[in-house]
């Protein structure tokens, strides 16, 4: 059977009523099984990640699109996570028997269903991006460039959509033990290389602020290297590690031993990832 893994999220992470409907009208597609959620107030964002063969996938995060569109409106959400549309973006990975090919024809089909049934323009992305400039997601939120699928009279405020194939990709955040968000810039700048994109962002309800990172290839750029890097960088600006924080789930061989230990890691067996 194959097995495809889709990772939306969702400009919403406050309201878990919300969140809450999203779950359900993933989980209410048939051989879909939803494996993990995570919400951020700070980022107003949720990741949702579920399971299933293609086309089940593709329903399931087309419903799930549907509804945040009932509920979420991108013209009042703010957070300091980049986002373009309510659903933000549909990445679907490939795990067992299916290729990042094969899905590419998957994705493509959702986009253009996304815009033609719920009025929300979408672009693709990475693998199934149709120009150079949209094989990276930051273009598309920095520079933004026409949707790939529009209409008219476009639902303003469920904003875009961006929908794509990958790799498995690890979100990997690590707090400071400080509020200067200027460090955390200088220090997500500094660690930028290939396969790790970071930013620098402010955590207001926490008074601290954190080195949000992808890792687009943890074979490349394992959360082990990510953490010695930001760690070197901020003794430089004296300060320290507070913490590490995983959004969504990680293959077992991309953990160190003791990760609480070693990168400051609380993990649940839920967020291990076993495909």
Do not use: W
């Not at 494996?35 to 949702?48: E, F, K, Q």
């Not at 094969?102 to 199934?128: G, M, Q």
């Amino acid at each position: 059977m194959q097995i495809v893994e889709c990772v939306p999220n969702f400009s919403e992470g406050k309201d878990q009523k919300v969140i809450d409907q999203i779950v359900s009208s993933i989980s209410s597609v048939p051989e879909v099984e939803v494996l993990h959620r995570t919400s951020d107030t700070d980022h107003n964002r949720s990741v949702i990640t579920f399971i299933g063969p293609a086309k089940n996938v593709c329903e399931a995060a087309f419903q799930a699109t549907k509804k945040a569109s009932e509920l979420i409106d991108i013209t009042n959400q703010k957070g300091v996570h980049p986002r373009l549309g309510a659903t933000d973006v549909i990445p679907l990975i490939p795990l067992k028997n299916i290729t990042q090919k094969d899905l590419i024809p998957h994705a493509e089909a959702l986009a253009k269903r996304i815009t033609s049934e719920l009025k929300i323009p979408t672009h693709l992305y990475e693998k199934a991006a149709q120009t150079e400039l949209k094989k990276n997601l930051a273009n598309i939120r920095l520079q933004k460039p026409s949707p790939d699928f529009n209409c008219n009279s476009p639902l303003k405020e469920a904003g875009e959509t961006t929908v794509g194939v990958r790799e498995i990709l690890i979100a990997f955040n690590v707090n400071l033990k400080t509020n200067n968000l200027k460090a955390a810039k200088e220090i997500a700048k500094k660690i930028r290389q290939p396969y790790l994109k970071a930013l620098g962002l402010e955590l207001q309800s926490r008074n601290i602020v954190q080195v949000s990172m992808n890792l687009t290839n943890y074979k490349k750029v394992s959360p082990l290297k990510a953490f010695n890097l930001i760690q070197e960088e901020a003794q430089k600006l004296n300060t320290e590690i507070l913490e590490s924080e995983l959004i969504g789930l990680i293959p077992k061989d991309a953990l160190p031993e003791n990760p609480e230990e070693k990168i400051k890691l609380k993990i649940t067996k839920n967020q291990i990832l076993n495909y």
